[in-house]
């Protein structure tokens, strides 16, 4: 689950944007690993759909995964706008 959070994100006016294009790929990371999980808690949840535990771990996951996608979009932004 993401532990990070993006405060604000710091351009570099020089065109380097090799610390974004990492920014990217961790976020990318992050969200494969939350779309596994997904997958994980689903098939749990198939077979106890009343699983107290399950719906809150399912509900966090997806809250990563809300919080990893946003990153990635601001970084895409970021990169687009200085290509």
Do not use: C, H, R, W
């Not at 994100?9 to 990217?24: A, D, M, N, W, Y």
């Amino acid at each position: 689950m993401a532990s990070k959070e993006i405060k604000g994100i710091t351009l570099q006016i020089e065109g380097k944007t090799s610390g974004l294009v990492k920014s990217l790929q961790e976020a990318e990371a992050q969200i494969k690993k939350d779309e596994q999980a997904l997958k994980n808690l689903d098939k749990a949840l198939k077979l106890d759909p009343k699983n107290v535990d399950l719906l809150a771990a399912k509900q966090a996951v997806l809250a990563d995964k809300t919080a990893a996608t946003t990153q990635k979009m601001e970084i895409l932004q970021v990169l687009l706008f200085y290509k």
